[in-house]
């Protein structure tokens, strides 16, 4: 064959296969309409975590950085050509799939969306139910729980996420480097699971009041996370 030869077959098997009905999966890849992702409300009031997490970064937080997340999360997919995708965690699971754009920023805006889920001003205490026993079971004790969550958020180095997961059944402490979530696929196995919860180590979801003590921040964050919201997720999960 020669190389004008090759280059034409090339081509015919190029189309003969973007006309495959069945690659499209009855979704018209030419036609498709990506929708528009919408940058998730507070549940609660800028002040309402206060003394804990200042009404200032709350509100730069939420309406700057998650607005940003959301925004450059919606421009990177009007580039997209693929099925539009249901769902940020379909984005995240098949991350492997996906330009860095989608990944980071679909990142930024599911981390952000379940962080404000994860505090409520009703929030802080220990947990009840079915999240209590699971943390007895594999931490020991809530205060070992505590313990080894605050180091993990404390220690890592730069931008991140310190993570309650669920794998294969049991609870694990992880961290992330900035926006990357639990789903994705592109991480090491023993990091990937069900996130339970998270806290922002980012210098935007602290600097503002304790400046460089992050320390200081993550041990508040106790007195505001929402285990009523955990023990759903925690529902969630071990009942699918
Ligand atoms: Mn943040």
Redesign the pocket.
Known sequence: MNKRDFLKTGFVGALGLISIPSLAKGRNLLFSKQKEFILPELPYAYDALEPYIDSETMMV?HDK??AGYTAKLNAALKNYTGPPPANVKEILTNASQYNDAIVNNGG?FL??KL?WKFMSPEGGGTPNGPVAKAIQRDFGSFDNFREEFNTAAIKLFGSGWAWLIIQDGKLKITTTANQDNPFMDTLPEDQRGFPLLNI?V?E??YYLKYQNRRAEYVNAFWNVVNWEFVNKRYDKVTRS
């Open positions: 937080h950085h998650h930024g981390n952000h962080y922002d980012w935007h979801a």
